[in-house]
Nanobody
Framework: VQLQASGGGLVQLGGSLRLSCAVS?????????????MYWYRQGSGNQRELVAS???????AFADSARGRFTISRDNAKNMMYLQMNTLKPEDTDVYYC????????????????WGQGTLVTVSS
């Protein structure tokens, strides 16, 4: 199971970006995959990793104080996609954003895991 974040870029202070996270994989049927809680993290060079937001399969959300009120997290379970709408961006939001997800794969063996993906860079200019 793999994740791929996209949608980053350069934006000016106060601007908006929408990040996407796609779940992919091979060697199994997606009908056998249950993607549970999904997360957005951010981490820049020399910075501590910060949990930005999370969303359960049922749609319950949680946000870091730094993101609450400005960011919205959503997902499309049918498409195995997650999104992060970021508004009123600030220079301190500049970071590499990663998505990950808890999953259960009901294959020949039941596999419980957490998948990570490559990040997408968000740069906010002042």
């Amino acid at each position: 199971v793999q994740l791929q974040a996209s949608g980053g870029g350069l934006v000016q202070l106060g601007g908006s970006l929408r990040l996407s996270c796609a779940v992919s994989g091979s060697g199994f049927s997606f009908n056998l995959l249950a993607v549970n809680t999904m997360y957005w993290y951010r981490q820049g060079s020399g910075n501590q990793r910060e949990l930005v937001a999370s969303i359960t399969r049922g749609g319950d959300t949680a946000f870091a104080d730094s993101a609450r009120g400005r960011f919205t997290i959503s997902r499309d379970n049918a498409k195995n996609m997650m999104y992060l709408q970021m508004n009123t961006l600030k220079p301190e939001d500049t970071d590499v954003y990663y998505c990950n997800a808890d999953y259960i794969l009901y294959n020949d063996d039941v596999i419980v895991g957490r998948a990570w993906g490559q990040g997408t860079l968000v740069t906010v200019s002042s």
